[in-house]
């Protein structure tokens, strides 16, 4: 699929813009972990209202689409092997459904890096409940590897912004649940 479920936008769009507004930030320097097609940054960079840096790390080349041309810089690469050398800090981390695609012993490494490198927000969406998933599309970084939950995420120092009950993307039709969440540094 390599595409955040349509939920997640709102939530996430609301909550920049007023992070914005009461930091006072006049550009947003924003890290896209794990772009996919991409569509999920070109629609904060479409909406935000004031202008954005837009860096996207992808390992799956296959899933490009025309929104990467959004991104000013682009890595196609393993996000495992970009946080291992990137030193950079940005004003907001995304990781729009990307930590169930992880082994649950590399989860943390990830959510570490991202707090570690964003100056204000880091975005994190996710099945909260079971939600199988195999390789899609001849992508095997769609493959649903590790479930985290709702209480896991709050006491890392996640704030719940939605939970929504969605069907999945496998053979028998079924729902999960989604959350999206922010981890404030300020």
Same mark, same amino acid.
């Given at each position: 699929?390599?595409?955040?479920?349509?939920?997640?936008?709102?939530?996430?769009?609301?909550?920049?813009? +007023?992070?914005?507004? /009461?930091?006072?930030? =006049?550009?947003?320097?924003?890290?896209?972990?794990?772009?996919? &097609?991409? %569509?999920? !940054?070109?629609?904060?960079?479409?909406?935000?209202?004031?202008?954005?840096?837009?860096?996207?790390?992808?390992?799956?080349?296959?899933?490009? +689409?025309?929104?990467? /041309?959004?991104?000013? =810089?682009?890595?196609?690469?393993?996000?495992?092997?970009?946080? &291992?050398? %990137?030193? !950079?800090?940005?004003?907001?981390?995304?990781?729009?459904?990307?930590?169930?695609?992880?082994?649950?012993?590399?989860?943390?490494?990830?959510?570490?890096?991202?707090?570690?490198?964003?100056?204000?927000?880091?975005?994190?969406?996710?099945?909260?409940?079971?939600?199988?998933?195999?390789?899609?599309?001849?992508?095997?970084?769609?493959?649903?590897?590790?479930?985290?939950?709702?209480?896991?995420?709050?006491?890392?120092?996640?704030?719940?912004?939605?939970?929504?009950?969605?069907?999945?993307?496998?053979?028998?039709?079924?729902?999960?649940?989604?959350?999206?969440?922010?981890?404030?540094?300020?």
């Amino acid at each position: 699929m390599a595409i955040s479920h349509p939920c997640n936008k709102k939530p996430v769009l609301d909550h920049l813009t +007023s992070t914005i507004a /009461s930091q006072h930030l =006049a550009t947003l320097d924003v890290l896209d972990l794990g772009i996919g &097609k991409g %569509e999920f !940054g070109k629609f904060i960079k479409d909406n935000v209202g004031i202008p954005i840096r837009l860096t996207g790390v992808e390992a799956f080349a296959k899933c490009r +689409s025309e929104c990467w /041309s959004c991104y000013d =810089a682009l890595h196609i690469e393993d996000i495992r092997a970009f946080i &291992k050398r %990137e030193t !950079g800090t940005f004003d907001v981390v995304l990781l729009m459904d990307v930590l169930e695609h992880l082994e649950r012993p590399e989860g943390p490494a990830l959510l570490n890096y991202a707090i570690g490198h964003a100056r204000h927000s880091v975005f994190l969406s996710t099945p909260i409940s079971r939600y199988p998933q195999g390789a899609l599309r001849g992508n095997p970084y769609q493959q649903h590897i590790s479930l985290w939950t709702d209480a896991e995420l709050r006491d890392l120092g996640f704030r719940e912004l939605l939970r929504k009950r969605v069907f999945t993307y496998s053979l028998r039709k079924m729902f999960a649940w989604i959350g999206v969440y922010v981890f404030d540094k300020s």
